[in-house]
């Protein structure tokens, strides 16, 4: 499938989404706050991330009511204080979206409801993110599903029955562009909770593509795991300050940290190469200057039987090559057909059948 121009299949570059997420507050001034999820997109295109993702919700369609503190925050406020807080106006996703547009990186959205869906729709939003505590909304699943659009699902908290039952609304909805994200629903996730094994697994159980949605604080040892296992997408969350107020700094890499992240996924996809042993354009120097052959290590006469008294095996650097290491087994116990000088290679023409 297609999310934007860029492929994103077995063959091509590891897809990699900068999640600013909600990480643009910083101030109570939405003004600043604007500004500031500006300088966010800016840090993603600089670290060259094929995509920068926010997030859309409304604080009174996400938690109930009375739901109380999140002891994983811990912060005195209730959750949907924290939330309300960090809601993302729907009036800034123009912007950000032109913005985005203009400097040459996809802008990406998780929605949490159907309005906020369809407040992305109104922007031409090329994907949707889902989070991994939507996978069980199935009636959210499906209004997104109708869209058309290539569908980022993350797994955390879910087993393989709760896979089964998001992708089979998606797919009744006539949607087969689906991708798995690995993830681990905790913030900062240890890295013994990351599980990457799971990849080829996942992609192997439902037939799609399976990304690495990361939320440890390490900025590049799970995403580099999942690239080598296979992983076609790679979410990492980032901020400008670890100490920033908000749920989600804490754990974020740092810019400094999603450029050389994007760096070392680049150097792992020329690491791993293609899945044929061949010998290599680069290696025919050695291969021709450093493997072995078989050469005289003394002077050999007519019909001497050949042996390792008279025999040895060398590397052949820039002299003519005697015959294949292979072959001196079966050379063994022969005659030499006519008279041999010390290090000359041991061709055919001095074997006597």
């Not at 995509?51 to 009375?66: G, M």
């Not at 100490?243 to 450029?259: Q, R, T, V, Y």
């Not at 072995?292 to 002077?299: A, E, G, Q, V």
């Amino acid at each position: 499938m297609k999310i934007g121009n860029k492929e994103i299949n077995e063959n091509s570059p590891c897809f990699i989404i900068a999640e600013a997420g909600a990480n643009f507050r910083i101030s109570d001034d939405p003004e600043i706050n604007l500004k500031h999820a500006l300088k966010l997109i800016d840090i993603a295109v600089g670290a060259k991330a094929d995509a920068v993702k926010f997030q859309l919700y409304k604080a009174e369609k996400l938690y109930v009511k009375k739901a109380g503190k999140a002891d994983y925050i811990g912060k005195e406020k209730t959750i949907n204080q924290i939330i309300q807080e960090m809601e993302l106006p729907y009036e800034w996703l123009p912007k950000l979206k032109k913005y985005c547009d203009e400097k040459n990186i996809i802008f990406l959205c998780t929605p949490f409801d159907e309005e906020s869906v369809d407040e992305l729709e109104k922007i031409g939003i090329e994907a949707y993110k889902i989070a991994s505590y939507t996978i069980s909304h199935i009636p959210l699943l499906k209004h997104i599903a109708k869209k058309g659009k290539p569908m980022i699902i993350s797994t955390g908290a879910s087993n393989i029955e709760d896979i089964k039952k998001a992708i089979k609304a998606v797919k009744e909805e006539n949607n087969e562009k689906i991708i798995l994200m690995q993830c681990t629903a905790k913030y900062p996730a240890p890295l013994n909770t990351i599980n990457l094994k799971v990849i080829p697994d996942l992609e192997k159980i439902f037939d799609v593509s399976v990304g690495l949605s990361d939320h440890s604080r390490e900025p590049w040892i799970a995403p580099l795991g999942a690239v080598a296992l296979g992983a076609g997408v790679i979410e990492k969350h980032f901020t400008t300050d670890n100490s920033l107020p908000g749920p989600d700094h804490g754990f974020a890499i740092l810019p400094n940290e999603l450029k050389e992240l994007v760096n070392n996924i680049r150097k792992m996809e020329k690491v791993l190469g293609k899945e044929k042993k061949e010998i290599l354009e680069d290696e025919k120097e050695l291969y021709v200057f450093a493997r072995r052959h078989i050469y005289t290590k003394k002077n050999i006469k007519k019909k001497e039987i050949l042996s390792e008294n008279n025999l040895i095996i060398l590397r052949s650097g820039k002299e003519r090559k005697g015959l294949e290491p292979s072959r001196f087994e079966t050379i063994k116990g022969k005659r030499a057909a006519k008279d041999i000088k010390k290090d000359e290679p041991l061709t055919e023409e001095y074997i006597d059948e």
